[in-house]
């Protein structure tokens, strides 16, 4: 398996890209936003996949990685197979909410894989090349869904496909007063990983067939 790399970045955001390029460990491609617009910058950043590889990595411009990320992916898909696959989840707010048992059944059965609809959370994602063209023509049509990572999820959720995300966390936010959301009325405390990695950790030193 081989994993390709973008980057979906803001010009606001301009000063945390080159510290994030040389945090990712494979070539990136760095797409910009044109007009303030999330699904363009999205739609193009998916499309930035190299046709050679197996999956594509979508990066959000406010991500923090752990380690020997792409090298982790790669060992990760072998088990995810033809599926999504999240690196980020949210904070857990509510109990016997969708993510709190998806969660829950993973922990109990110590699995690596948290299980469902999704991918919810655009920091990090990492989709089938096989699966690209089709996905973007049909959000192409979608207009009437602001969110990019929603019309990724919509798409997954019409083909009954669900979202693997990893456990831990391989991506976080930077999160507080120092990076407002883009997006007016998103930024607040809850802006993390339920769980991060952490930064100097390696997403090699999880062992993602446990419990699949």
Not at 131 to 138: G, K, P, R, S, Y
Not at 172 to 178: Q, T
Request: charged fraction near 30%; charge should be positive.
């Amino acid at each position: 398996m081989t994993v390709s790399v973008a980057i979906m970045a803001h010009r606001k955001r301009e000063k945390w890209i080159p510290r994030l390029v040389d945090a990712i460990d494979a070539d990136v491609e760095v797409v910009w936003d044109r007009h303030n617009d999330r699904w363009d910058t999205g739609r193009r950043s998916l499309l930035a996949y190299d046709p050679a590889a197996t999956h594509h990595l979508v990066v959000q411009d406010d991500a923090i990685v752990c380690r020997d990320l792409v090298a982790g992916i790669e060992k990760a898909v072998l088990h995810s197979g033809d599926r999504p696959v999240g690196l980020y989840m949210g904070r857990i707010l509510r109990s016997g909410s969708e993510l709190d048992v998806a969660y829950r059944k993973a922990e109990q059965t110590r699995s690596p894989w948290v299980k469902m609809k999704g991918p919810w959370w655009g920091v990090g994602i990492v989709i089938p090349t096989a699966h690209i063209d089709a996905l973007v023509a049909w959000g192409d049509g979608r207009g009437d869904i602001a969110n990019y990572d929603k019309r990724i999820s919509r798409w997954y959720e019409q083909r009954g496909v669900v979202c693997w995300y990893t456990r831990p966390s391989l991506v976080e936010h930077r999160h507080g007063g120092k990076n407002p959301s883009l997006i007016e009325g998103r930024t607040g405390r809850n802006r993390h990983a339920h769980r991060f990695i952490g930064k100097g950790q390696s997403a090699l030193d999880v062992d993602w067939a446990e419990g699949t």
